[in-house]
């Protein structure tokens, strides 16, 4: 047809020549549209079948993060339209920087968290070079109300994370072992995050009641695992979820942070998986793995239903 027009100069065939090429596009368009609408529909699937496992929310009660914070939620329409973080061959790789004295049993807890922050993102995570307490400047401490060392969290992210460029980082999380405070009018946080910054700090004071031992482990590596992948999953764009039981709830308490679920619900596993582009099945079936090998029994048949559900 590109022939017919270029060498016959009476008009119909050049007509007929345009009308042809529009048909061709529609026709790729439409190409392209049903593409994506099959490649959607393999994956709708998934998340139908998970979403009979989500449970909504009930009306908050005093003291609960929802009754204390009025938030708006966010879709997965509202995430896809959001600026959000996506690996990159020169950003894929998520880092956990331990700042402060930690003990064997502590040691081996951070270990097994950047197992799981691996299997749980589906990235590359490595703990990157320790740090001392000592960097930590008396300006940026305090004495608690309960006669405890606090460490500002904002100075942790904006004059020790910020600073960290290690190879290929796509996130970075720090971790210490002294309480946290993100200002003068707050009594303690769990911990902190720079969205914009991809870097945020979590502190295992609060979550190990007082001492961290064999008898109380598996409960604070449940803890420490629910903390450390809702901070992360804020710097890979998702907001608070206020729908469904799901690991990204805002919580007030360590009451509240062992009532939540460890799991994503079925909508935050969308937007999650709509940046990384994991296997969802092989990510459950790890998960489950990881669970089953650290005797966390209660997590390990959520991810049991979930699998059971696709």
Same mark, same amino acid.
């Given at each position: 047809?590109?022939?017919?027009?270029?060498?016959?100069?009476?008009?119909?065939?050049?007509?007929?020549?345009?009308?042809?090429?529009?048909?061709?596009?529609?026709?790729?368009?439409?190409?392209?549209?049903?593409?994506?609408?099959?490649?959607?529909?393999?994956?709708?699937?998934?998340?139908?079948?998970?979403?009979?496992?989500?449970?909504?929310?009930?009306?908050?009660?005093?003291?609960?993060?929802?009754?204390?914070?009025?938030?708006?939620?966010?879709?997965?329409?509202?995430?896809?339209?959001?600026?959000?973080?996506?690996?990159?061959?020169?950003?894929?790789?998520?880092?956990?920087?331990?700042?402060?004295?930690?003990?064997?049993?502590?040691?081996?807890?951070?270990?097994?968290?950047?197992?799981?922050?691996?299997?749980?993102?589906?990235?590359?995570?490595?703990?990157?070079?320790?740090?001392?307490?000592?960097?930590?400047?008396?300006?940026?401490?305090?004495?608690?109300? $309960?006669?405890?060392?606090?460490? !500002? #969290?904002? &100075?942790?992210?904006?004059?020790? /994370?910020?600073? @960290?460029?290690? =190879?290929?980082?796509?996130?970075?999380?720090?971790?210490?072992?002294?309480?946290?405070?993100?200002?003068?009018?707050?009594?303690f946080v769990f911990g902190l995050a720079s969205y914009t910054q991809k870097i945020g700090v979590s502190s295992i004071y609060r979550l190990q009641d007082e001492n961290l031992t064999e008898a109380n482990f598996n409960?604070?590596?449940?803890?420490?695992?629910?903390?450390?992948?809702?901070?992360?999953?804020?710097?890979?764009?998702?907001?608070?979820?206020?729908?469904?039981?799901?690991?990204?709830?805002?919580?007030?308490?360590?009451?509240?942070?062992?009532?939540?679920?460890?799991?994503?619900?079925?909508?935050?596993?969308?937007?999650?998986?709509?940046?990384?582009?994991?296997?969802? $099945?092989?990510?459950?079936?790890? !998960? #489950?793995? &990881?669970?089953?090998?650290?005797? /966390?029994?209660? @997590?390990?048949? =959520?991810?049991?239903?979930?699998?059971?559900?696709?």
């Amino acid at each position: 047809m590109i022939s017919s027009r270029a060498f016959t100069k009476n008009n119909s065939p050049i007509t007929a020549s345009v009308l042809s090429i529009s048909f061709m596009r529609k026709l790729f368009l439409l190409g392209i549209v049903l593409f994506y609408s099959c490649n959607s529909s393999k994956e709708n699937p998934y998340f139908e079948g998970v979403k009979a496992n989500d449970v909504a929310l009930s009306t908050p009660a005093p003291g609960e993060w929802l009754y204390d914070h009025e938030e708006k939620g966010q879709d997965f329409e509202q995430f896809l339209k959001s600026k959000h973080i996506i690996p990159t061959k020169e950003a894929n790789i998520i880092y956990i920087k331990p700042i402060g004295n930690f003990t064997a049993l502590q040691n081996k807890q951070i270990e097994l968290v950047r197992e799981y922050l691996q299997i749980f993102f589906q990235l590359e995570t490595k703990i990157s070079e320790k740090a001392s307490n000592d960097i930590i400047p008396d300006h940026a401490r305090r004495i608690g109300k $309960e006669n405890q060392e606090q460490f !500002l #969290a904002g &100075f942790i992210l904006d004059s020790i /994370l910020k600073k @960290e460029k290690p =190879l290929n980082r796509i996130a970075l999380m720090g971790l210490t072992e002294v309480d946290l405070y993100p200002s003068s009018q707050w009594n303690f946080v769990f911990g902190l995050a720079s969205y914009t910054q991809k870097i945020g700090v979590s502190s295992i004071y609060r979550l190990q009641d007082e001492n961290l031992t064999e008898a109380n482990f598996n409960l604070c590596l449940t803890r420490l695992s629910k903390v450390c992948s809702h901070e992360i999953g804020h710097m890979f764009g998702m907001h608070h979820c206020i729908t469904a039981n799901c690991v990204m709830n805002g919580t007030n308490s360590l009451e509240e942070t062992d009532q939540s679920t460890i799991r994503l619900c079925s909508v935050c596993q969308r937007k999650l998986n709509s940046s990384i582009k994991y296997d969802n $099945e092989k990510r459950l079936k790890e !998960l #489950a793995a &990881f669970f089953r090998r650290n005797n /966390l029994m209660r @997590e390990l048949q =959520l991810m049991k239903k979930d699998l059971a559900s696709i």
